[in-house]
């Protein structure tokens, strides 16, 4: 039994442990090193969009032609959910390594999982 | 060693697989159903974006008070990847139900993934 994969895509999906809590709070905290991670990254960028919860924590969304970049802030757990889908060419690492260095995290997990499926073939 | 786990949400990974491609190529085809899962899965909805690739395909995006939605179409492949992080009390199954109904899938698999992280406490 044989099984061709159909593979569209990684997705990234990224733990910001320890951040210190000021540097995830508003808007104004995130969207400029979320556009700077995207760029580095290799993306094309299509549109972003942030929202902010108060008192604090943002949710950020970045629509790629390659698929999207979203963040997702708990300053008061200095934690921030990061993902990164991508179909195409592109350098993930260097948006993650961009956003470790200005969330400041403690610790940094990752997990990559292929988004597709696979069909039997024979 | 003893370790204690910090959840701030779980991540659903789902393809759907098999799709007629008329149910995956205009915003039109999309915004609605996503809309409406976002409504069935008890989601509080705060802003939905939505971006139409040429000649085909869609990104949909929709941020909720929980986390986010967002699906992303290969039309000519019947494929498409969705995924819904949530931190909140939600039934994501409803919203992976509708869209199933609506995008007639003939496959459909799903991962759930926690996102957040563990500290050992001894």
Redesign the interface.
């Known amino acids: 039994m044989a099984a061709k994969q159909?593979s569209?895509?990684k997705?990234y999906?990224v733990?910001f442990?320890g951040c210190p809590g000021e540097r995830l709070r508003y808007v104004d905290d995130i969207r400029g090193p979320l556009l700077e991670a995207a760029r580095l990254s290799g993306a094309t960028v299509?549109?972003s969009?942030f929202?902010q919860f108060e008192p604090q924590g943002v949710?950020g969304?970045i629509?790629i032609a390659e698929?999207?970049f979203?963040i997702?802030t708990?300053p008061e757990?200095g934690?921030a959910?990061f993902?990164i889908?991508t179909?195409g060419e592109m350098f993930p690492d260097k948006a993650i390594d961009h956003l470790n260095g200005v969330l400041q995290a403690a610790?940094v997990?990752m997990?990559i999982?292929t988004?597709?499926?696979s069909e039997e073939t024979s």
């Open positions: 159909y569209f895509g997705h999906l733990e442990i299509l549109e969009y929202h949710t969304m629509f698929s999207h979203s997702h708990w757990s934690y959910a993902d889908l179909c610790r997990e997990r999982l988004r597709g499926f």
